[in-house]
């Protein structure tokens, strides 16, 4: 399923790999597309949307709908 998350405090690609890598360790199987000037994660998980806002904010970003 498609979720979509604005994730504020991505400001370069290293910030976009972290997530990423965070999401992958949760889901191998996820497919994340960010798009970093709208703050925009779009992830294609099983996980609930829940698990998905943890493990980003665990990163350190701040995660909202």
Same mark, same amino acid.
């Given at each position: 399923m498609?979720?979509?998350f604005?994730?504020?405090g991505m400001t370069c690609g290293?910030?976009?790999m972290a997530v990423k890598r965070a999401? %992958?360790?949760a889901?191998?199987?996820a497919e994340i597309t960010i798009d970093r000037s709208q703050n925009l994660v779009t992830?294609?998980?099983t996980k609930t949307r829940e698990d998905l806002a %943890?493990?980003?904010a665990e990163e350190?970003?701040?995660v909202a709908a």
């Amino acid at each position: 399923m498609n979720q979509t998350f604005t994730v504020t405090g991505m400001t370069c690609g290293h910030c976009e790999m972290a997530v990423k890598r965070a999401v %992958k360790q949760a889901d191998p199987q996820a497919e994340i597309t960010i798009d970093r000037s709208q703050n925009l994660v779009t992830i294609a998980s099983t996980k609930t949307r829940e698990d998905l806002a %943890k493990v980003i904010a665990e990163e350190g970003y701040g995660v909202a709908a």
